[in-house]
Nanobody, 124 residues
Framework: QVQLVESGGGLVQAGGSLRLSCAASGRTCSRNAMGWFRQAPGKEREVVATISGSGSSTSYTHSVAGRFTSSRDSATNTVALQMNSLHPEAASVYYC?????????????????WGQGTQVTVSS
């Protein structure tokens, strides 16, 4: 079993930055692909970023590419999402998820473990 706990959400002005962290405990997922998803009220959950088990590969949804960066630290079993130049449309609950695969996965159905989410609010 894997437990994921996100932190770092909050209120930020448009154009500002936030850094989300996800701490994994329980069974190690240091070799598992990890993903960041978000869900705004009334909308479906969407993938934001994924990172491979090795950390050598990342992918981003088009709307955040060039502004968001995902990274991982296997020694501490944590994953981070650095979000820069935030737009008001980025306001959502952000979730960290762990897949059973080592390679990146973009579908929420391919992730087995989820955190409780952290709220990101962007004021215009």
């Amino acid at each position: 079993q894997v437990q994921l706990v996100e932190s770092g959400g909050g209120l930020v002005q448009a154009g500002g930055s936030l850094r989300l962290s996800c701490a994994a405990s329980g069974r190690t997922c240091s070799r598992n692909a990890m993903g960041w998803f978000r869900q705004a009220p009334g909308k479906e959950r969407e993938v934001v970023a994924t990172i491979s088990g090795s950390g050598s590969s990342t992918s981003y949804t088009h709307s955040v590419a060039g502004r968001f960066t995902s990274s991982r630290d296997s020694a501490t079993n944590t994953v981070a999402l650095q979000m820069n130049s935030l737009h008001p449309e980025a306001a959502s609950v952000y979730y960290c998820a762990a897949s059973s695969w080592a390679t990146m996965r973009s579908s929420a159905t391919e992730y087995n473990y989820w955190g409780q989410g952290t709220q990101v609010t962007v004021s215009s």
